[in-house]
């Protein structure tokens, strides 16, 4: 089964291709620190057989953050936290990478005021963002840098920025919600210089031989957004500096999607196509039928399950003993299995 076969990426081998998507948790204190719940809920994972457990959203900035619940890394005392997650999950044979992000007009912290290419609110209930200054971005530009920096120190194998969902790197994407007249907007070279200087930017401090890879909106559900032949064109552009893709879409406006499992995956099978380049797909995947289909067809690398590792920690125990894979029962288990 293709499924639990490995996978490797630069100096990373998964034990299958289950990922475990970052999905936030909202629990954390004000001050960004990963706590017990994390180290749980993350470590369960792992021990239930998860071959890559990517932690979720972590602010580079406090206003970064989605939340004032949300871990954040943007000070060394922020590590420690993290590393515990890290080496718990290793311990259980999992690797793990780590979402870094900066919420722009969607942040909803109170500890400062929301920032974006341009002053365009999301919706009625969220504040009227600030159009960022060059000084600026050079700022948060650098702030992805020493995220990606701590995130090396606390040991994760892997990095993926978010520039998907709506936050900030997606708000310069997309012309939608970018419309500055300076060399961040305009063409689709200039929305996408911002994410190519993180990029850049990040590879200074991060591992030559561990992967970077970008979480992306692949459509905008708009006519005048992003689509899939779009995402090829940005993907393309920046395919140097990145290993992977994780396709997913939406977020950027309070538009209604119609989901089903799978339904992002023709976006991931474009983007794999065309840009020649591994990737993740996501998307309300529910089953390991769906997730080898995908794999057979040469669709997708990897698959994650989001809410069905919240609904099942052992997800991936119970599809290879379904399917008679061994070497997936933790010995404190096997009596369950008798």
């Known amino acids: 089964m293709k499924l639990f076969e490995k996978f490797t990426i630069k100096n990373m081998t998964l034990r299958n291709r289950i990922v475990m998507p970052p999905m936030c948790?909202?629990?954390?204190?004000?001050?960004?620190?990963?706590?017990?719940?994390?180290?749980?809920?993350?470590?369960?994972?792992?021990?239930?057989?998860?071959?890559?457990?990517?932690?979720?959203?972590?602010?580079?900035?406090?206003?970064?953050?989605?939340?004032?619940?949300?871990?954040?890394?943007?000070?060394?005392?922020q590590i420690p936290g993290l590393k515990k997650i890290v080496d718990a999950c290793h311990r259980y044979g999992s690797k793990t990478a780590l979402q870094i992000n900066h919420a722009g007009r969607k942040s909803q912290s109170a500890s400062g005021h929301p920032v974006a290419p341009s002053a365009l609110t999301?919706?009625?209930?969220?504040?009227?963002?600030?159009?960022?200054?060059?000084?600026?971005?050079?700022?948060?530009?650098?702030?992805?840098?020493?995220?990606?920096?701590r995130a090396d120190a606390a040991g994760f194998d892997a990095l993926e920025i978010h520039a998907a969902h709506g936050y900030l790197l997606h708000e310069f994407l997309s012309p939608l919600t970018n419309k500055r007249t300076d060399e961040y907007g305009g063409s689709l070279k200039n929305r996408t210089r911002f994410l190519e200087q993180v990029l850049q930017q990040v590879h200074t401090v991060w591992p030559a031989d561990k992967p970077v890879w970008i979480r992306v909106s692949a459509s905008d559900y708009d006519s005048v957004g992003i689509d899939a032949?779009?995402?090829?064109?940005?993907?393309?552009?920046?395919?140097s500096l990145i290993d992977m893709v994780h396709v997913s879409s939406g977020g950027l406006l309070p538009t209604p999607v119609n989901?089903?499992?799978?339904y992002q995956a023709p976006l991931a099978d474009a983007i794999r196509r065309k840009c020649h380049i591994?990737?993740?797909?996501?998307?309300l995947l529910t089953n390991p039928e769906i997730a080898e289909a995908l794999l057979q067809t040469e669709r997708a690398d990897l698959t994650a399950f989001g809410r069905e590792l919240l609904r099942h920690p052992y997800f991936a125990i119970q599809a290879a003993q379904k399917y008679g894979v061994v070497?997936?029962?933790?010995?404190?288990?096997e009596r369950a299995y008798d």
Do not use: C
């Open 25 to 77: 948790m909202y629990s954390a204190a004000d001050d960004g620190q990963a706590n017990d719940f994390h180290l749980t809920h993350y470590a369960s994972r792992a021990v239930g057989g998860v071959g890559l457990i990517i932690v979720e959203a972590t602010g580079i900035k406090p206003i970064g953050r989605i939340s004032d619940n949300d871990l954040g890394l943007w000070e060394d005392e």
């Open 122 to 149: 999301f919706s009625d209930k969220y504040r009227t963002p600030a159009e960022l200054t060059r000084p600026e971005i050079n700022e948060i530009i650098d702030a992805f840098k020493q995220a990606a920096s």
């Open 229 to 239: 032949a779009m995402m090829v064109e940005i993907i393309n552009d920046v395919r």
């Open 259 to 262: 989901s089903y499992p799978g």
């Open 278 to 283: 591994p990737v993740i797909a996501v998307g």
């Open 327 to 333: 070497g997936y029962i933790p010995k404190q288990y």
